[in-house]
């Protein structure tokens, strides 16, 4: 599992479709926000913390496709299907590549890019902590629409819309969590919730996601 994972990240940062294009789409959209809404400081900052959560979760879209598609072009996944390695275990590699070259990356950039929202002070921390316990989620999730999708033709808009509302819980409990640490309020409620939603993914995706990859490869 660990030569997987390690195949994995260096497919992902060859490739630079999950380490660069999530970061660079992250950063456009943080970008434009300020030229759409207007450079009123007063303004940007009670949507700050929401536009950085929308603008994470949208990049984590972006290379869902790729997780298991590539893997079934060129046959690897009827091989991981009949190895020792269980498929429950070969999608939670997969889910861990991707939070590693996508959702980590982003947890990382958010707090800097949080000045240009003019994030109050407080929230930076509160930021970060939010998306390093919803992102691992994203990513299962996302391992979870791929094995759903995996073998078809175009299914990259199918995917983001059979995602999207599973986002939908993770989205509002981590950007409740960076308002509330931006505006100097109690997270621990919004916080436990959002760690009970990615623990909860996290135990039960792997399963649904290996079943369905088992009816895929039949």
Not at 69 to 85: K, N, R, W, Y
Request: proline share 6%.
């Amino acid at each position: 599992m660990i030569a997987l994972l390690l195949r994995d990240l260096k497919l992902a940062v060859r490739a630079g479709g999950g380490f660069g294009l999530a970061l660079a789409f992250f950063l456009i959209v943080t970008v434009l926000v300020p030229f759409a809404v207007g450079p009123d400081t007063q303004r940007l900052q009670p949507i700050a913390a929401g536009v950085l959560w929308i603008g994470a979760l949208l990049a984590c879209l972006l290379s869902l496709d790729r997780m298991l598609a590539l893997d079934h072009e060129d046959g690897t996944l009827d091989l991981l299907a009949t190895a020792p390695i269980p498929l429950e275990g070969v999608v939670l590699v997969k889910a861990c590549a991707h939070w590693l070259t996508t959702g980590l990356p982003l947890t990382l950039i958010a707090a800097p890019l949080g000045v240009l929202l003019n994030l109050a002070e407080p929230g930076y921390l509160w930021l970060v902590v939010s998306l390093a316990c919803g992102t691992p989620a994203l990513s299962m999730i996302g391992a979870f629409g791929a094995a759903l999708t995996v073998g078809l033709k175009r299914g990259g808009l199918l995917l983001s819309l059979l995602v999207l509302p599973l986002y939908v819980p993770t989205l509002i409990f981590g950007a409740e969590v960076a308002r509330r640490g931006a505006e100097g309020l109690e997270t621990q409620v919004p916080l436990m919730l959002l760690a009970a939603i990615t623990l909860g993914v996290l135990a039960a995706m792997p399963f649904a996601a290996a079943a369905a990859l088992r009816i895929n490869l039949r």
